[in-house]
């Protein structure tokens, strides 16, 4: 969750920024106890008036008879240093060197997982993840969005250092979809449900090396968070199975899971081809799953034809936006589409037809600050028939 800058870490700031890069800054508000981006770190030294001159050590800086105020706020920083480096762990700063090194390995290793899931699906016969089946009925289909869930990935309170998400976190609440869904629902609803349809639309993981200091807010390494993810999520799925007649699943990738090398190394779809082969392993003909391993996918559900993608447009009014829904339905000619990304959900028409916005489970960190948009974590649930889409919109909210 993003605050304002406390009066403390503005005048911190204004003691280090002539001294100290940005990455020095980040590193040390870490040992403080607070949580700031690179990029925040630079916005504030902007409106502050403030850059950083040159390299040098915290404890040459020297000051004024007069600065009374900033030797104060020098002195209690320091306090707290010693007192909170006790307390917190911050992981080191990877040199340039070293960021390549890494970035090399997770291209490898995603590279290794695939080709060792490959292996394993030559050697399971696929059976449910070939089903092309459909609910045809005057029932109601529940669509359940599926996205940014950022596995692995912790956000902490600057202020009071509470921990807002980790992977246990993340863990509870994706298992407990099923249970908030059941909870807003009425029993005679869920009985005019003969299916649900689970949407995936990526970053299901938070990767590594997406983005500089990345390393700050993940607390597992990608091939844990896979395996936390797949976990989590076969879980779920196993609740709406209970609730349900019939579970599909279609999914996208997201840009959290690219690991670079090949488009097919994506974490995302290392979780989705462990999905698959589970699917495929109970050979229910009530579960199906459909993989396309790319950033679109589309569905049909009670005849309607749905594109799902993990990223579009934030909203639909502007001339940009238009023009890239329309040619979206120039290809695909889709009746709703859904689509996550922005860590806040949101219902947008274009021309009559609905666009679902997902929301995320992190809830609010600084992506979301930097977007101006405040959302609790949240995923998007609605139903469909077939005189209606999206004629009820549940938002599942924690």
Same mark, same amino acid.
């Given at each position: 969750?993003?605050?304002?800058?406390?009066?403390?870490?503005? =005048?911190? #700031? =204004?003691?280090?920024?002539?001294?100290?890069?940005?990455?020095?800054?980040?590193?040390?508000?870490? /040992? #403080?106890?607070?949580?700031?981006?690179?990029?925040?770190?630079?916005?504030?030294?902007?409106?502050? !008036?403030?850059?950083?001159?040159?390299?040098?050590?915290?404890?040459? $800086?020297?000051?004024?008879?007069?600065?009374?105020?900033?030797?104060?706020?020098?002195?209690?920083?320091?306090?707290?240093?010693?007192?909170?480096? =006790?307390?917190?762990?911050?992981?080191?700063?990877?040199?340039?060197?070293?960021?390549?090194?890494?970035?090399?390995?997770?291209?490898?290793?995603?590279?290794?997982?695939?080709? =060792?899931?490959?292996?394993?699906?030559?050697?399971?016969?696929?059976? %449910?993840?070939?089903?092309?089946?459909?609910?045809?009925?005057?029932?109601?289909?529940?669509?359940?969005?599926?996205?940014?869930?950022?596995?692995?990935?912790?956000?902490?309170?600057?202020?009071?250092?509470?921990?807002?998400?980790?992977? @246990?976190?993340?863990?509870?609440?994706?298992?407990?979809?099923?249970?908030?869904?059941?909870?807003?629902?009425?029993?005679?609803?869920?009985?005019?449900?003969?299916? %649900?349809?689970?949407? +995936? %639309?990526?970053?299901?993981?938070? !990767?590594?090396?997406?983005?500089?200091?990345?390393?700050?807010?993940?607390?597992?390494?990608?091939?844990?968070?896979?395996?936390?993810?797949?976990?989590?999520?076969?879980?779920?799925?196993?609740?709406?199975? &209970? +609730?349900?007649?019939?579970?599909? $699943?279609?999914?996208?990738?997201?840009?959290?899971?690219?690991?670079?090398? &090949?488009?097919?190394?994506?974490?995302?779809?290392?979780?989705?081809?462990?999905?698959? /082969?589970?699917? @495929?392993?109970?050979?229910?003909?009530?579960?199906?799953?459909?993989?396309?391993?790319?950033?679109?996918?589309?569905?049909?559900?009670?005849?309607?034809?749905?594109?799902?993608?993990?990223?579009?447009? $934030?909203?639909?009014?502007?001339? &940009?936006?238009?023009?890239?829904?329309?040619?979206?339905?120039?290809?695909?000619?889709?009746?709703?589409? %859904?689509?996550?990304?922005?860590?806040?959900?949101?219902? #947008?028409?274009?021309?009559?037809?609905?666009?679902?916005?997902?929301?995320?489970?992190?809830? !609010?960190?600084?992506?979301?600050?930097? /977007?101006?948009?405040?959302?609790?974590? &949240?995923?998007?649930?609605?139903?469909?028939?077939?005189?209606?889409?999206?004629? #009820?919109?549940?938002?599942?909210?924690?």
């Amino acid at each position: 969750m993003s605050v304002n800058w406390s009066v403390d870490e503005r =005048e911190l #700031l =204004e003691i280090v920024r002539e001294t100290m890069s940005t990455r020095e800054i980040q590193r040390f508000f870490q /040992l #403080l106890g607070y949580d700031r981006s690179k990029d925040s770190i630079q916005k504030q030294s902007k409106r502050m !008036g403030l850059r950083f001159e040159g390299y040098g050590l915290l404890d040459e $800086i020297t000051f004024g008879e007069d600065d009374e105020r900033t030797q104060a706020a020098y002195s209690r920083v320091i306090t707290e240093r010693h007192t909170l480096a =006790e307390q917190v762990s911050p992981a080191p700063v990877a040199t340039s060197a070293e960021q390549s090194s890494r970035t090399r390995e997770y291209k490898a290793a995603a590279l290794d997982m695939l080709a =060792e899931l490959k292996k394993i699906r030559t050697e399971v016969p696929r059976t %449910c993840s070939l089903s092309t089946d459909r609910i045809s009925s005057s029932k109601n289909s529940l669509v359940v969005v599926l996205s940014d869930w950022h596995m692995g990935q912790v956000v902490i309170d600057p202020e009071s250092n509470d921990v807002l998400y980790n992977t @246990d976190i993340a863990r509870a609440r994706i298992t407990g979809l099923p249970r908030n869904l059941q909870d807003q629902l009425y029993a005679d609803q869920i009985e005019d449900i003969d299916e %649900c349809v689970l949407l +995936m %639309c990526g970053d299901m993981v938070t !990767g590594e090396g997406v983005f500089p200091g990345q390393e700050w807010s993940t607390e597992a390494s990608a091939a844990t968070q896979v395996l936390q993810a797949t976990k989590a999520a076969w879980q779920m799925i196993q609740g709406f199975r &209970s +609730m349900f007649p019939f579970v599909r $699943i279609v999914t996208a990738r997201g840009n959290h899971g690219a690991a670079g090398g &090949s488009p097919e190394s994506n974490w995302d779809n290392i979780v989705y081809q462990q999905l698959e /082969l589970l699917v @495929d392993l109970t050979g229910e003909p009530n579960l199906t799953i459909h993989n396309r391993y790319t950033d679109y996918s589309t569905v049909t559900i009670k005849g309607w034809r749905g594109l799902i993608r993990h990223t579009a447009p $934030i909203q639909a009014d502007t001339a &940009s936006a238009i023009a890239k829904f329309a040619g979206w339905y120039g290809i695909h000619d889709w009746d709703f589409m %859904c689509y996550g990304h922005y860590h806040h959900w949101g219902v #947008l028409p274009w021309m009559g037809k609905p666009i679902i916005r997902n929301g995320c489970l992190v809830g !609010g960190d600084d992506y979301a600050e930097g /977007l101006a948009r405040k959302d609790g974590p &949240s995923q998007v649930a609605f139903t469909v028939n077939e005189e209606r889409i999206a004629n #009820l919109i549940i938002p599942l909210c924690y």
